[in-house]
């Protein structure tokens, strides 16, 4: 007994030494603040354990959302409208809400989000603040309200619901003014609270001129208290604290791909009043930056933020339903490419289908979303690696479906690696990775190798992976393979592997 309490007093401190020596030291969060005396390893440390809060990980789980872009522009054909259209345009003949979320639902969408209010004012809801609204639209004579009839859909079928209020509105008078951002945080208020849970909120950057020919300094931070206070689950997108654009409106997000990412514009006052748990901070930077988060950029930064990509897309060239455009809807490999694209690019995709003149998204719209679909599930059907006997490395959490679970891979002289091992020969050409995010976004650069004569040869490397990578390759055939990670930031969290075959 006595020996036994001996080895505890020398094993405790020792335990603890290695758990603080193995980054454990730095309480996850998902802001770190860097202190001027913080040496590099420190600031590395720091990275590796900047985390997503609890919205922006049930967001990024999502992989797929979805937007509706709807309202005046659909009836004038316009991308962007004046805030002089008559109420009177607006009048679908056939709305059906419904039709939209199963039309999602069919091309694997989790959530929606409604533009509410565009840049021309329209307010696709029975709004106090304005008369420039439905109301005054011959549609149901007057009495309809497509945010309710969307939210309520939703709510039917498991989507999730977001909107899209426009800060810029170019039909209010109080535009330009103080009494605008009152507006605003009304026309919010009502959209919060009248239509159950909101999952996002998104607001665009755009901020043109107002009826007055003035521009609007939009209270940003007035607006976002307003979401946490009545909505603290939601997520507030591209002019907000959770979520950013990924800086492109193709589809295809970066090769390199950071959810953590330096932060120089922290107020430090405003971070005090706050707990850290719900500090705002958006970080500001020039977007045309190929690669956010890199390590130099790290090492000049304040503070450290999770901070993830939303990738936009419309599933036709505009955004705006226009029936000349028909013919141009992205066919359902494109959106497979789209799909590897963005949420293979560590990023959420988020694809626009807009509904048409008579409130319906279109059949051809309808048709290459079951279809891109079904190309999905077709490839993942079988995870190969499923198939991997016989090595002791080889952990089952790999392929278990779970984020949470992840394994530390076995360490080597030049970084860590996993084998994986089959009793016949495999053949694949599609390689998915995912880090256990939870844990923080780690891996800088990976390899993935097959032992062909005896020598291993690489098949594929990328730099981040992130919450999910998805590499095509050339097939490859073969019974030995390792993934090798040479750089990260601390040990990596590998949480799923998947090898499939793409038979197109
Ligand atoms: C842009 C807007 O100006 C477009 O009209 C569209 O709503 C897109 C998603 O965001 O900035």
């Not at 290695?18 to 860097?34: M, S």
């Not at 503070?303 to 990509?309: Q, S």
């Not at 590897?340 to 995709?349: D, E, P, Q």
């Not at 923080?440 to 062909?452: H, I, M, W």
Request: charged share 25%; hydrophobic share 35%.
């Amino acid at each position: 007994m006595k020996k036994f309490g001996l080895l505890i007093k020398v094993l405790l401190p020792l335990q603890m030494l290695a758990f603080y020596a193995y980054g454990q030291k730095i309480k996850p969060n998902h802001i770190q603040f860097i202190s001027p005396g913080d040496s590099q390893e420190d600031i590395i440390e720091k990275a590796a354990n900047v985390v997503p809060t609890v919205r922006q990980l049930r967001w990024q789980k999502l992989e797929v959302t979805g937007f509706i872009h709807f309202g005046v522009n659909t009836f004038t054909g316009k991308e962007w409208g004046t805030g002089n259209e008559k109420p009177e345009i607006f009048n679908p003949t056939d709305l059906d809400a419904e039709q939209w979320v199963l039309a999602a639902k069919a091309g694997g969408i989790k959530q929606l989000i409604i533009t509410a209010k565009h840049h021309d004012g329209f307010c696709l809801w029975p709004t106090e603040t304005t008369e420039h609204s439905v109301v005054s639209s011959p549609w149901k004579s007057g009495k309809g309200d497509v945010v309710k009839a969307l939210a309520e859909a939703c709510r039917k079928h498991d989507m999730g619901f977001g909107i899209y209020l426009s800060p810029w509105d170019m039909n209010a008078p109080s535009y330009g003014t103080e009494a605008y951002n009152d507006l605003f945080i009304d026309q919010l208020t009502e959209l919060l609270t009248w239509y159950g849970k909101i999952d996002e909120v998104w607001f665009d950057g755009a901020n043109g001129e107002g009826p007055n020919g003035k521009k609007q300094v939009y209270d940003f931070d007035r607006y976002y208290e307003k979401i946490r206070e009545l909505q603290p689950e939601a997520v507030i997108a591209i002019m907000g604290p959770d979520v950013r654009w990924v800086g492109t409106e193709t589809g295809y997000g970066k090769d390199t791909e950071w959810s953590v990412v330096p932060v120089n514009n922290l107020d430090q006052e405003k971070i005090a009043a706050n707990s850290q748990q719900n500090v705002n901070v958006k970080p500001t930077w020039d977007k045309s930056k190929e690669v956010l988060g890199s390590r130099e950029s790290l090492l000049n930064a304040k503070g450290l933020v999770w901070y993830p990509a939303e990738t936009d897309v419309s599933i036709r060239p505009g955004w705006f339903y226009h029936k000349n455009q028909d013919d141009k809807v992205k066919s359902p490999e494109k959106l497979l490419d789209i799909y590897f694209n963005s949420v293979g690019k560590n990023g959420v995709l988020l694809l626009n289908l807009p509904p048409d003149k008579r409130g319906l998204i279109h059949e051809e719209d309808v048709k290459n979303l079951k279809a891109w679909k079904a190309l999905i599930d077709e490839l993942f059907d079988e995870n190969l690696l499923k198939r991997a006997t016989g090595n002791k490395k080889f952990n089952k959490s790999l392929v278990d479906g779970q984020l949470e679970t992840s394994i530390v891979p076995s360490k080597t002289k030049e970084g860590y690696e996993i084998r994986f091992d089959f009793k016949n020969p495999i053949a694949f050409n599609v390689l998915v990775l995912q880090e256990n995010i939870t844990k923080g976004q780690r891996v800088e650069n990976f390899q993935l190798e097959v032992l062909k004569d005896g020598k291993w040869q690489s098949v594929v490397n990328g730099t981040t992976i992130g919450y999910k990578r998805i590499s095509t390759l050339q097939e490859v055939n073969g019974s030995q393979f390792r993934l090798k990670i040479q750089d990260s930031r601390l040990s990596p969290e590998i949480s799923e592997v998947g090898f499939y075959l793409d038979k197109q």
